[in-house]
């Protein structure tokens, strides 16, 4: 029997396809919602996923067609990575050598018109902290737009036409420290940016030792391709933010995270998918992959011994439909990219099936939420 | 193949156990958060459940022993069955056939010591709100407390000093008629009720042909045995509204259903397990069981003829812990009572290790939410 934790556990997927079952297309349905089909990949272009080792999947959400609206499709693409270069090495280096990497991945997801791309949460640095140490992790900060990687990043999306999510840690002009989503759009301008707006305190995490809460709210940009959030790590935990989004007109939502198991991978297949269902638009959860080791040992809060390695982040990156489909997961333990080919017209018709909003009595709402706030 | 409607799927727990597989330990922590242990059910009692053939299964959540509180142990009873006698039968026939037939479950929800409780939505009728009629079914509901059901409850509750839920019609004074969640203490004592606050307009449904958006709020009833609220059916597509309960301490929200396969099978296993999970309590969803045959033929709004069946209600009951651990389902197609022995304890221990509520920024939204409510 494989252990549970760890990178031995390619992913759920790979151990229900070997399953000798005849009702296979049951288990399907009950935990992706139907049997989504597959985006057809040319085989050059699997193979050059191979060549640099991703998991490379697709996925199409279909919608009914309309007599009064044309389809409105989108391709979507989520990257999960592993860090490149050990922590030890120069932070300049690991910054570059993460570029370099996104680059053959970007390239990959342009060679599948992939129209709006989302990496994953902090994705120029190790996600550092959990050491508690403020050198050399701070200096992974970068100005927004001026910075590195926001500078790499407009060139790529303007020479795919592609709008791009890239969540950073942000440094600003007061040396205020963020953790912020910056988009660009298809011609390699920054559209604006979104703080993560919920820290948490939770195991190894306490991320406030490193960034404040976000004063950007929830702000949801209509691209050329779609209106989009972006919803960092830990706020999928708090329906309410998910919640905003969907009221100020989302039709996706990027959920960029770094998250170990052991800690929250019980609840992982349920938070962006639950999202997804409540609001009535697709989310996408991207996490990252692998296990990072630092140079100091820190210890966890945990009463264990002190260590260098935070645990394993274990992917599985997914992308759920508004009326509650979703296709399978990436790997746990290899880079990867996800891509869904969706019909944006499903998030209205959805909405016109179930109502959900229509119900929600939002007044009721929030005379009782502004009761409950009062400090006691 | 077996199709992937009616009655011939027994459960997803059936189709996985059967499975010829080495990570299982892997599947059922990605399916069900753990292995939860489970509870030993005497053999007489397991005798006396297949006599009356429904599916008995019991579960334990358990927590860390605290040196500053003792551990707070509660029995949790959910009660899934079909109705008894043809729809076509005299109205106060099926009512007393239903409590004949419930009068048995609770027996042995005594027997295993059940210290709450709780039956599935409209328990004492058929879910005959798609047929669009309202005679004979407005005669179902009842008055609270004086109506037939609740007097039937009071003494059961007594005898086994059980707190009971009991979803009903009601019909008020003033023939105002509501759906509503009766609430009996230990003493047969009527604590409180709680109207359903959502209504769907959905598929076959829209309930509002036969009672009101509820108006009283969220209750948390103070019991013996822990704080518990009830969620009635399509509120759980409402993250709000399981918020409120949160907010208002609630320890354990019921969540009474009767929904059919094709429509909401795909969300089910997915809204109450994240509601537990977000706002750090145990939830129990109840989904009736069944085929229901209506004397009359209707129409579903969805183009297809006339018929006088409605669907299949797939049961699969289950409760989600606050550590997004949960019970394997009950059976697609059986009546059957799952208990499961919580330590309320729990609910404290993960709020004080994740942190929603501290970081959940409320006076945020509920500026925001005020806003986005403004009519345009």
């Given at each position: 029997?494989?252990?549970?934790?760890?990178?031995?556990?390619?992913?759920?997927?790979?151990?229900?396809?070997?399953?000798?079952?005849?009702?296979?297309?049951?288990?399907?349905?009950?935990l992706?919602?139907?049997?989504?089909?597959?985006l057809?990949?040319?085989?050059d272009?699997?193979?050059?996923?191979?060549?640099?080792?991703?998991?490379?999947?697709?996925?199409?959400?279909?919608?009914?067609s309309?007599?009064?609206?044309?389809?409105?499709?989108?391709?979507?693409?989520?990257?999960?990575?592993?860090?490149?270069?050990?922590?030890?090495?120069?932070?300049?280096?690991?910054?570059?050598?993460?570029?370099?990497?996104?680059?053959?991945?970007?390239?990959?997801?342009?060679?599948?018109?992939?129209?709006?791309?989302?990496?994953?949460?902090?994705?120029?640095?190790?996600?550092?902290?959990?050491?508690?140490?403020?050198?050399?992790?701070?200096?992974?900060?970068?100005?927004?737009?001026?910075?590195?990687?926001?500078?790499?990043?407009?060139?790529?999306?303007?020479?795919?036409?592609?709008?791009?999510?890239?969540?950073?840690?942000e440094?600003?002009?007061?040396?205020?420290?963020w953790?912020?989503?910056?988009?660009?759009?298809q011609?390699?301008?920054?559209?604006?940016?979104?703080?993560?707006?919920?820290?948490?305190?939770?195991?190894?995490?306490?991320?406030?030792?490193?960034?404040?809460?976000?004063?950007?709210?929830?702000?949801?940009?209509?691209?050329?391709?779609?209106?989009?959030?972006?919803?960092?790590?830990?706020?999928?935990?708090?329906?309410?933010?998910?919640?905003?989004?969907?009221?100020?007109?989302?039709?996706?939502?990027?959920?960029?995270?770094?998250?170990?198991?052991?800690?929250?991978?019980?609840m992982?297949?349920?938070?962006?998918?639950?999202?997804a269902?409540?609001?009535?638009?697709?989310?996408?959860?991207?996490?990252?992959?692998?296990?990072?080791?630092?140079?100091?040992?820190?210890?966890?809060?945990?009463?264990?011994?002190?260590?260098?390695?935070?645990?394993?982040?274990y992917?599985?990156?997914?992308?759920?439909?508004?009326?509650?489909?979703?296709?399978?997961?990436?790997?746990?333990?290899?880079?990867?990219?996800?891509?869904?080919?969706?019909?944006?017209?499903?998030?209205?018709?959805?909405?016109?099936?179930?109502?959900?909003?229509?119900?929600?009595?939002?007044?009721?709402?929030?005379?009782?939420?502004?009761?409950?706030?009062?400090?006691?």
């Amino acid at each position: 029997m494989a252990t549970t934790s760890g990178q031995d556990i390619q992913s759920l997927e790979h151990i229900l396809e070997k399953m000798d079952i005849n009702n296979k297309e049951y288990v399907t349905k009950l935990l992706y919602g139907k049997n989504l089909e597959k985006l057809i990949i040319p085989a050059d272009i699997l193979e050059n996923a191979e060549k640099i080792d991703i998991d490379l999947q697709g996925y199409i959400f279909k919608a009914k067609s309309e007599s009064t609206r044309i389809s409105n499709i989108v391709r979507v693409g989520a990257v999960q990575n592993q860090i490149v270069l050990p922590t030890t090495d120069s932070v300049a280096d690991q910054i570059l050598a993460l570029h370099n990497r996104i680059k053959h991945i970007i390239e990959i997801a342009a060679s599948c018109e992939v129209n709006i791309l989302c990496l994953q949460e902090t994705w120029t640095m190790p996600f550092a902290f959990c050491t508690r140490e403020k050198i050399p992790w701070c200096e992974f900060a970068e100005h927004i737009p001026n910075g590195l990687t926001t500078q790499f990043l407009k060139k790529l999306a303007k020479l795919y036409k592609m709008v791009i999510i890239s969540p950073i840690l942000e440094r600003d002009e007061k040396d205020v420290i963020w953790n912020t989503a910056v988009v660009i759009d298809q011609d390699g301008n920054v559209m604006g940016k979104c703080r993560k707006n919920h820290i948490p305190r939770v195991s190894d995490f306490n991320e406030s030792t490193y960034y404040m809460e976000g004063n950007t709210g929830h702000p949801v940009f209509d691209t050329k391709y779609g209106k989009i959030g972006v919803n960092i790590c830990y706020c999928r935990h708090h329906p309410l933010s998910w919640l905003i989004y969907g009221l100020e007109g989302a039709q996706i939502v990027f959920n960029p995270c770094a998250t170990v198991d052991g800690l929250s991978e019980t609840m992982w297949p349920i938070e962006a998918r639950n999202a997804a269902i409540a609001n009535s638009y697709f989310t996408v959860a991207i996490n990252r992959v692998g296990t990072e080791v630092f140079p100091n040992e820190f210890t966890s809060g945990d009463g264990k011994p002190a260590h260098r390695e935070l645990g394993h982040f274990y992917g599985s990156s997914y992308i759920s439909g508004p009326d509650g489909s979703r296709t399978k997961g990436l790997s746990r333990s290899k880079d990867g990219l996800l891509i869904a080919e969706m019909d944006l017209n499903l998030c209205r018709q959805v909405k016109d099936a179930w109502g959900f909003l229509m119900t929600s009595r939002l007044d009721m709402y929030v005379k009782k939420l502004h009761e409950l706030c009062q400090p006691v």
